[in-house]
């Protein structure tokens, strides 16, 4: 069996690397300006990627879980939120067919999406005080401000969605 090793270098001279068989499903996060993958890390279907960041207008902590589907496609689990706030639901909702489930609990709402299938996510980079952070499920963590610049857009995809 090859296995490869991967290093990618951003822009800010962050280092992301990982092992992986060529045929091994990868989570990515790639620029939007000219398509280079910044982060790279192998992913089984089921594996749940935790997106922690402060919510750029009511300054509060709000938690994304994704997952993979055998598929390969993310999807979008959860979303976690201690107030309510612009651009946050604030009930159910039914996007693409899929209704969320939205409960409040402990002091903290919770927006469970069913495995929603997403595709690919596009995101503006938040700078230090929004400092969007991905968690993999093998607990290792990336700040995307290392992989690149406040305000630059980014892709969250598998590199099934390439």
């Known amino acids: 069996m090859v296995v490869s090793l991967l290093l990618a270098i951003s822009t800010t001279g ?3 690397a990982c092992t992986s068989g060529p045929d091994q499903l990868q989570f990515q996060v790639v620029s939007a300006a000219d398509g280079s993958v910044l982060f790279t890390h192998p992913i089984e279907p089921g594996g749940i990627i935790t997106m922690d960041h402060v919510h750029s207008v009511h300054k509060r902590p709000v938690r994304e879980l994704f997952s993979v589907n055998t598929d390969g496609e993310l999807t979008m689990e959860e979303m976690i939120f201690d107030r309510m706030g ?17 409960l ?52 969250l995809r598998t590199s099934q969605s390439e």
């Open 104 to 155: 409040e609990e402990d002091g903290h709402y919770r927006v469970v999406h069913h495995s929603r299938p997403l595709g690919a996510v596009q995101l503006l980079v938040g700078g230090p005080g929004v400092d969007h952070t991905l968690t993999m499920p093998d607990g290792s963590t990336v700040r995307l401000l290392e992989l690149t610049r406040p305000r630059a857009r980014v892709e």
């Open 14 to 16: 962050a280092i992301a």
């Open 86 to 102: 612009a651009n946050l639901p604030f009930g159910p909702e039914t996007i693409n067919g899929v209704t969320t489930t939205f």
